[in-house]
Nanobody, 115 residues
């Protein structure tokens, strides 16, 4: 059974940094693209970043390019999202995602950017 468990969220001041992590199990992690999504209050869920199976290629939403970095450790079945220069508009619940035999999501981790 596929499980995705996010961690690392919290309250941070504008301009600060957070590192999110997602622990994956139940599938061959190294063979699948991994994604981070976020959903702000009252808004649709949007993709923030993705990274391919080997980690060779990654891409980002325009709103986070140059500030966020996605990475993965295939030996530990984890994917991370380093978030720098955080803005209040980055406040959202952040979700880890993969598509295996279906789309799978974690429960999310809340990031609040506020002074």
């Amino acid at each position: 059974q596929v499980h995705l468990v996010e961690s690392g969220g919290g309250l941070v001041q504008p301009g600060g940094s957070l590192r999110l992590s997602c622990a994956a199990s139940g599938f061959t992690f190294s063979e699948y693209t991994m994604r981070w999504y976020r959903q702000a209050p009252g808004k649709q869920r949007e993709m923030v970043a993705f990274i391919t199976d080997t980690g060779y290629y990654a891409d980002y939403a325009d709103s986070v390019k140059g500030r966020f970095t996605i990475s993965r450790d295939n030996a530990r079945n984890t994917v991370a999202l380093q978030m720098n220069s955080l803005k209040p508009e980055d406040t959202a619940v952040y979700y880890c995602n993969t598509v295996y035999d279906a789309a799978y999501w974690g429960d999310g981790t809340l990031v609040t950017v506020s002074s």
